[in-house]
């Protein structure tokens, strides 16, 4: 496919500052492989002089894939890689002016994690209070807050060896390896850079043209690399598109790229992927966003199939309902790959693996795990299956020290050899030998008083209830909660949904119980898996970015769930904005047909009746095909949600003046705004020495 006449401009302007915008399936990376074969092919640099930054090792793959067809062999080089990728070659060379060794060590989240859970134990933190994860995030925030004064400070070999903190304390570990993490990569590129000039002339000298791919997700730290290694030849080439800015919440700033003056600026605005339904659809939701750079998507390929919303009575309903559309695909010829399932929150997953399952339609979660086969619902279902049997040693091992008791390895292995030579289960070796060491322990007692207890519940009490009581006695709730995996909670209560489930059909049956209800699960857990790769995809939409997939269901379309107003209540209109640019990531990522579902019911989180979300109705009237009967009145709901929030959050309402503003009241005279309260919806204003709190419509602007 030959270049079209925007994507061969942006390959033949090789110097100074140039922004590409490049909407969703534009062929942005297409534009930076003929780019990168242009420079060295036509202007004659050499390869080492070129630096092309990608995101993800896998781009970097298909990208040096892709260069390599077009130049001559030998021309692709080391310098086509990941931000962290090349702070990591430019450290192995540089990083002895700071007393480190080049065989300095890369610690992964893993090896953090040892040496957090090493610090908070010198210092005495409790692991109950403060998991490692959330200590690494503390580390994180606290490098940072301060890159060049962390590095100074602490990491230097240098540097005071005194340890006043467990963040400090992990540092000094840390020095001790010569380890770096993944953001000391970063920064200690910025401060070799900033603070050797010499390092510094070689490498901006040296790199006379420098690409970056996806920029929209750089974060401040990156943008201030990118600066800084392009000052002496002034050629950055950054290109990305702010309607798929997905990763904010993970420290990105789209902003940045918003606001780049750039020399030359071109925009990417052919779609080669999608039909023009499916875009105008993409083109009116992302519209409604302010931080972006207008563009409208446009394809010379004929539309196929309307957009379809399609509207269920229930989550079961909707997902039987996408089962028994890719039957009807594969009876049409498709195969089971061709169609991908996407969702906000991998916890909506459950319904539709269910109807896959029922309808034999094989498929896969990408980069994830199936609902049952999740940590958090096999820890669950263990306690459940020991309750059921003394046994299941598969369980008993699984749970015995979670949440911990004291029952490690060396435990393990003396009631592993007590019970083979014996020939019991080991939760009957516990049983027989609790008060022999090293058994013998307070928290043992009270684990098979606990598993003893739950037994004893059964006969009169649901499934359900039980495994609510079992959370919150055994201790897995405030687990959950502590690891402050939001996720992991999400899925536990729709494990539970799925308990209530199977009470309500069972109920006339008279076998809802734990036994029954095992069975049923296992079906779940053990169904067989071929290697066949012909599968139905299903994955998170931001596991899905940068993927296309003939025909693609966006589930969960709920106001609430997606958006989620979590993330709106935490970050406004920044969050309210990334959830659109999801949306919009969801919607681009189909190219023949697209399915909007969404169903009525409950939100599982807050029991609140369910509206369809806003972004359905951001979509014209009859853009849409309906199926299912949707009432007009739970459109109003949506609006009302909406309004509700906005009015909780400030916003939309009154738009706030900002500080400073000079006003007028009739009786205190001409005042200066000095805050705003969106709950209280008024204005503080001083009038002189005394300040009033008062409502919008008594003051005017001067």
Known sequence: MVLNNRQQQAVEATEGRVRVVAGAGSGKTRVLAHRYAFIVNEIGISPGNILCLTFTNKAAQEMKRRISTMVDRGSVNDFICTIHSFCAKF??????????????????????KTLARQAMQEFGIDRRKTTAERFLKQVAAYKGYAPTQYIQNHLLPCSSSAASDATVRYLRLQLKQYALDYDDLLYFTLYI???????????????NYVMVDEVQDCTGDDWK??????????????????????????????????????????????????????????????????????????????????????????????????????????????????????????????????????????????????????????????????????ADDMSFSRIVNLPARKFGEVSMKALTKIAEEEGVSLMTALRNHIDEKPFNKPAMYKFLQLIDEARARVPVMAVSELTDWLMNVSGLSDLYRTDEEEERLENIVELINSMKEFEAGRIDEGDADLISYLQEIALYTNVDRSNDSERVRMMTIHQSKGLEFPEVFVVGLTEGIFPNHRSIRERRQDGEEEERRLMYVAVTRAEKMLWLCESEGYINENGALKFPSRFLSEVPEGMLKIEGKLDPMLKEGTAGLVKMLNEELGVGVEAPMANGTRVRHKVFGEGVIEGYDPMAKSYKVRFGTNTRNLMPHVLTRQ
């Not at 450290?91 to 953090?112: A, M, S, T």
């Not at 990118?226 to 990763?247: K, M, S």
């Open 91 to 112: 450290l192995r060379k540089e990083i002895y002016r700071i007393g480190y060794p080049r065989n300095f060590v890369i610690i992964d989240e893993e090896d953090g």
């Open 193 to 207: 850079l900033g603070h050797f000039p010499d390092a510094r002339k070689e490498w901006t000298e040296k790199l």
């Open 225 to 390: 690399l990118l600066h800084a290694i392009t000052e002496h030849h002034g050629n950055l080439f950054v290109v990305g598109d702010p309607d798929q800015a997905i990763y904010e919440w993970r420290g990105a700033n789209p902003k940045i790229f918003v606001d780049f003056k750039a020399q030359t600026d071109i925009i990417l605005n052919e779609n080669y992927r999608s039909t023009p339904d499916i875009l105008e659809v993409a083109n009116h939701i992302i519209e409604h966003n302010k931080n972006r750079v207008k563009k409208d998507l446009f394809t010379v390929k004929l539309n196929e199939r309307q957009v379809v919303h399609l509207h269920s009575k229930s989550e079961k309903d909707e997902a039987e309902a996408i089962a028994i559309r890719i039957e009807e695909g594969v009876k049409e010829g498709m195969t089971h790959s061709q169609f991908a399932i996407l969702y906000r929150s991998s916890f909506l997953s459950r319904h539709l693996e269910q109807a896959l399952l029922r309808h034999h339609i094989p498929y896969s979660v990408w980069g994830g795990v199936r609902f049952f086969e999740r940590k958090e619902i096999k820890d669950v279902l263990s306690y459940l299956r020991l309750v059921a049997s003394d």
